[in-house]
């Protein structure tokens, strides 16, 4: 699938985003200026059914990937979350028992735009959640399990709307920090609130610090140039 930047369009969307910020003064202007985001494209909810039918058929017709499943401890509206590691990225699964299907899905990739030092504590999260269980809570969940769990998040290249109002709203719990990555893949730490035209470029991110974490294990300071 192919990402294109662009502003939002919504402007409900800025709104919530800026409804969600932590905190008045400066950090809330800069929210206000966050329709420069860039925006990733949105599948359909009916791309997104046919996608989950045909990883639900992999999973049962495949014992060990069903084996290497576990449970997680999440309690929401009566689904069933579970969890599968491979290579270093984390899968969780939203499950709906009673209609036997998975409802929403989250990976926790790797970077690779990142050094070794860093890839030990960052991962960038994507998910997917099929139309009729929007807005429930799914992904706030599985994010505050990854955080309270002690790891850290990192924006991709690029965010949906929902997604960052999501960053937002959970700001209000974790520690968030601006960063950009360097040309030796190396993270460092940008002074919030950023300036105008930070979300332009495609190596500036966000970072949401798990609890017990520390920005200095993987991030260096530095001063904002561009």
Known sequence: MMAIACSLCDPRDATFIANTWPGQGLLGRWAQRLTELRIDVDLSGRDIQREFEALYDRIRTNHRTRDAMQPLPLHLHGLVFRLREADGEYFVYAIDPQRNRIVAYTVFNRLVEVDRRTDRHLRAPHTKVVDGYRRVGIASAIYRWWLDSGRSLMTGARQSA?????????????????????????????????????????????????????????????AWDG
Request: proline share 8%; with cysteine; glycine share 6%.
């Open 162 to 222: 929902g997604a960052h109002g999501l960053w937002m709203a959970l700001a209000r719990d974790y520690e968030l920090a601006a960063a950009r990555i360097d040309t030796h893949k190396r993270v460092q730490q940008l002074p919030l609130p950023p300036p105008p035209g930070f979300f332009n470029a495609l190596d500036t991110r966000l970072v949401l610090v798990g609890r017990d974490c520390r920005l200095a294990d993987f991030m260096q300071h530095a």
